[in-house]
């Protein structure tokens, strides 16, 4: 298989007043087409600082990503955007949807700033819609939708592009249990469908499950590796 | 991203801040309808100049005169060359010039069925009359061949008076009955004969007049002369000089602008005096640009010129400065309103962290926020522009019902010229000039948003 995204000796500090903070430490991995890779890891882990660093939303202090053969940190600030627009879809554990637009309108978003025709975004916004089961709710706007509804907006979003990667931050961190497992369902039938990489942060081991691979993280640190076979097996 | 989209989402989240943005655009409409307004006076100003100028001459002509040249601060510089046929044709090639005709001038009594009263002769080139700004209201102008003619000015009628009404005037009947006495019509004297009496020391002529036509105008230049083919004049005059010396032309003040000439006439009676040499030549060109330059011409050639076109270039002159003043005072305003812009547009950036963070996660280019940002607020400026002018043509009308009482107090009859006037252009450059501000004003705050880092703005609360 060939990877899609690798990272090789990748180290971030921060600053935080007087203190350095190491939040990854010469860490590499490479992630394969199509794959569902897990990251767990407790709070400060530097589980989201990887996945911010994988989608070029921040710059490593050391190390490099390559998408494909794309070098992230050669890229331009500049051409960043259009880069995750073409080629990267994101959830977030609070859905951050644009509160004064409906559902339709926070799908077709990223439609929009491509530039594509009104009646072309419209019509694939709807679809993505019904796909993830919200065709009443096209015209709400994201107040007046649950949790797990706007979720799924969000989902939709992500995958209007039909991404290359997906970028999920705990999807389910504000959902409820049964909620969290219909996310999950939606969207690893979604990604499987499509041959989507999927990456995503949790600390909940019922939503690592879902994944093909899971990484374990602790301060920077990848302390273990497994696939989903492995896992299974010492059930 | 395309145009529309661009509005649509700029306009949406100007339209969930309703009462900022409100707020911030009534500072546009303020600013833009002080700048309007008050460069609608300005320019209001400096067309009633234009009318009233127009009313005592035409705009495009130059009187061509007699007498000393003064220099700017009005001292005699030297004595102007004569006006005698040689001038004529001097005046005639030069460049931008319509027409020229040699004018004397000549006052004498005249009389009229049993009416008799003074009349102040004006003859010119009748062939090149048409050219000359005159416009018959009635019958026509002189032509070419003409003898024994005479086209006259609407107010003409008024010097004639009843000889009974005269003898009853001397008696001292009063001055009241004179002066309410009715306005007569002036269409009453077409194809009338008016006589001239003309006294040469023992002898005594008569010279018959039929009019011919009538002049438009109340109240200018016009409307008190009667014009003449040159040629009867001249011969009027030759008779009248036989005997009388050329004191018998009275000059009849046209106007203020002529207060000039006449002293320079007295002046001129005193020196030598060719009788032959014109009274003055009249000049008359396409346009007022033209007008002024050829009157630049003709002083450099050594003539005595006079023009309207002259006076307009100094009272344009300060009227441009007024109106750059009141502009001035305008645009304060509209530079609060632009601060006014600036300021709410860095707020909601502030207030929109997040919701600019996720759209440059999710893809919007660096382009994108920032044109999205400048859209906001030149709508800002767009929507305070057109309801600011909106505004302007609202004030504009009541500055207009307000001034229309007291000047038509102050003149008599005729329609109150607009102390404010809004033409077109300053319709678009409002609107135009109250989007640049806007854009202007959002420069800063969209270059804010597009630095705003992403990273901030997504992390989980």
């Known amino acids: 298989?060939?990877?899609?995204?690798?990272?090789?000796?990748?180290?971030?500090?921060?600053?935080?007043?007087?203190?350095?903070?190491?939040?990854?430490?010469?860490?590499?991995?490479?992630?394969?087409?199509?794959?569902?890779?897990?990251?767990?890891?407790?709070?400060?882990?530097?589980?989201?600082?990887?996945?911010?660093?994988?989608?070029?939303?921040?710059?490593?202090?050391?190390?490099?990503?390559?998408?494909?053969?794309?070098?992230?940190?050669?890229?331009?600030?500049?051409?960043?955007?259009?880069?995750?627009?073409?080629?990267?879809?994101?959830?977030?554990?609070?859905?951050?949807?644009?509160?004064?637009?409906?559902?339709?309108?926070?799908?077709?978003?990223?439609?929009?700033?491509?530039?594509?025709?009104?009646?072309?975004?419209?019509?694939?916004?709807?679809?993505?819609?019904?796909?993830?089961?919200?065709?009443?709710?096209?015209?709400?706007?994201?107040?007046?939708?649950?949790?797990?509804?706007?979720?799924?907006?969000?989902?939709?979003?992500?995958?209007?592009?039909?991404?290359?990667i997906v970028f999920a931050d705990e999807p389910t961190g504000n959902l409820d249990t049964k909620t969290s497992s219909e996310i999950m369902g939606i969207l690893t039938k979604k990604v499987k469908a499509s041959g989507t990489t999927l990456i995503m942060v949790t600390h909940d081991l019922e939503i690592a499950s879902y994944a093909d691979r899971v990484i374990r993280m602790v301060d920077g640190h990848i302390i273990e590796d497994k696939r989903r076979s492995v896992i299974s097996e010492e059930r | 991203m395309n145009n529309l989209d661009l509005l649509q989402l700029s306009g949406n989240s100007l339209w969930r801040r309703k009462v900022r943005t409100i707020l911030t655009t009534l500072g546009v409409i303020i600013g833009t309808t002080s700048i309007v307004v008050m460069l609608s006076l300005g320019i209001g100003l400096n067309e009633m100049q234009r009318e009233n100028m127009e009313r005592w001459g035409s705009l495009t002509m130059i009187r061509v005169q007699q007498g000393m040249i003064f220099d700017a601060e009005g001292n005699p510089l030297k004595e102007g060359k004569q006006l005698n046929d040689e001038a004529v044709d001097e005046l005639r090639s030069i460049d931008g010039v319509l027409a020229v005709s040699p004018v004397y001038n000549f006052g004498g009594e005249a009389s009229y069925g049993r009416k008799r009263g003074g009349l102040n002769l004006i003859g010119l080139d009748a062939s090149s009359m048409n050219q000359l700004e005159f416009t018959a209201e009635q019958g026509r102008l002189l032509e070419e061949g003409d003898r024994n003619v005479m086209v006259i000015g609407r107010e003409v009628i008024n010097n004639f008076r009843d000889e009974a009404f005269i003898r009853q005037m001397r008696k001292g009947m009063g001055m009241e009955g004179m002066m309410s006495q009715e306005e007569q019509d002036p269409g009453e004297l077409l194809n009338q004969r008016i006589s001239m009496t003309i006294n040469a020391r023992e002898n005594k002529r008569i010279f018959g007049f039929t009019v011919v036509g009538i002049l438009e105008g109340e109240r200018t230049e016009h409307s008190y002369q009667a014009y003449i083919p040159i040629d009867d004049l001249k011969r009027m005059r030759d008779f009248g000089s036989n005997g009388n010396s050329r004191s018998s032309n009275m000059?009849?003040?046209?106007?203020?602008?002529?207060?000039?000439?006449?002293?320079?006439s007295s002046k001129r009676s005193a020196t030598q005096q060719n009788s032959d040499d014109y009274d003055y030549i009249l000049v008359r060109t396409n346009n007022v640009e033209q007008s002024q330059k050829a009157s630049q011409v003709i002083k450099d050639l050594g003539y005595n010129t006079w023009s309207m076109a002259d006076q307009l270039e100094g009272i344009e002159k300060t009227s441009r400065t007024i109106q750059a003043i009141l502009g001035g005072i305008g645009s304060i305003t509209l530079l609060v309103a632009a601060l006014g812009i600036t300021n709410t547009m860095i707020m909601s950036i502030y207030e929109r962290t997040r919701e600019i963070g996720i759209m440059k996660v999710i893809g919007a280019s660096f382009h994108d926020i920032y044109k999205m940002f400048l859209t906001e607020a030149g709508l800002i400026g767009f929507l305070g522009g057109i309801f600011g002018l909106c505004f302007s043509y609202i004030v504009s009308y009541i500055i207009n019902r307000l001034s229309a009482g007291f000047m038509n107090q102050g003149m008599v009859g005729g329609e109150a010229s607009s102390i404010s006037v809004i033409p077109v252009w300053l319709t678009l450059f409002a609107v135009l000039f109250s989007i640049l501000v806007g854009l202007l004003a959002g420069i800063y705050p969209a270059y804010r948003a597009v630095r705003l880092s992403p990273i901030n703005a997504i992390r989980n609360e």
């Open chain 1, 1 to 164: 298989m060939s990877a899609m995204i690798r990272i090789e000796g990748l180290t971030k500090k921060y600053r935080l007043g007087q203190e350095i903070i190491t939040a990854l430490d010469n860490v590499s991995l490479e992630i394969a087409v199509g794959e569902f890779l897990c990251i767990l890891g407790t709070s400060g882990s530097g589980k989201t600082t990887m996945l911010h660093i994988m989608a070029g939303l921040e710059r490593p202090t050391r190390g490099s990503v390559f998408i494909k053969d794309i070098n992230l940190s050669k890229m331009k600030e500049k051409n960043m955007p259009i880069f995750r627009r073409k080629y990267m879809g994101f959830i977030f554990q609070s859905y951050h949807l644009i509160p004064s637009l409906t559902a339709i309108e926070n799908v077709s978003l990223p439609l929009i700033f491509g530039g594509a025709a009104t009646k072309e975004r419209s019509k694939r916004a709807r679809d993505m819609l019904v796909q993830v089961g919200l065709q009443d709710r096209l015209k709400n706007r994201p107040t007046e939708m649950s949790g797990g509804q706007q979720q799924r907006v969000s989902i939709a979003r992500a995958l209007i592009n039909d991404p290359k």
């Open chain 2, 251 to 264: 000059v009849i003040m046209e106007g203020v602008a002529h207060s000039r000439v006449s002293t320079a």
